[in-house]
């Protein structure tokens, strides 16, 4: 009876970290970017029509889909692993893809449903420029012992 108790509250646990979450979906992340924040493992999950929720599940089900979760400056993303592909192609350099702290522009091929096809392009970092401060002063090279 102890461990029903435990799973109980590790599953309300659970569910009001999960209702706590701010979901975003790439159709609104149109023509407009988003900063991935945090990443985290996949989960399997599928949308049930008959109580209009999401099913989720740690383990491969039949009908589920393999979905990564991504904490983005917009809300909790959900991508498919294609779209993750795309995120790390966009960002690999010599042997390494690391998409946290990066921003990404999205677009559309403009359709809807199941036609429709998202395109990301990694915004480009801004290149740090020295500017002096005000308070700096000159070094003369007789000041520097050699």
Do not use: C, H
């Not at 008959?50 to 979905?67: A, D, N, P």
């Amino acid at each position: 009876m102890d461990n029903l108790v435990a799973w109980t509250g590790i599953i309300n646990v659970r569910r009001k970290r999960m209702d706590n979450k701010k979901y975003t979906k790439l159709s609104e992340l149109v023509n407009s970017q988003f900063t991935v924040t945090d990443a985290f493992g996949y989960t399997w999950k599928k949308w049930d029509d008959t109580s209009k929720r999401m099913l989720t599940s740690e383990r491969y089900e039949e009908g589920f889909r393999k979905v990564y979760s991504v904490k983005t400056d917009k809300g909790s993303l959900d991508l498919g692993s294609g779209q993750l592909s795309a995120l790390l192609e966009t960002v690999y350099v010599r042997g390494k893809a690391d998409i946290i702290n990066r921003s990404f522009a999205v677009k559309s091929n403009g359709k809807t449903g199941l036609d429709i096809r998202y395109y990301f392009s990694a915004v480009k970092k801004e290149d740090k420029v020295y500017t002096p401060a005000e308070d700096e002063q000159e070094i003369s090279l007789e000041d520097i012992p050699f």
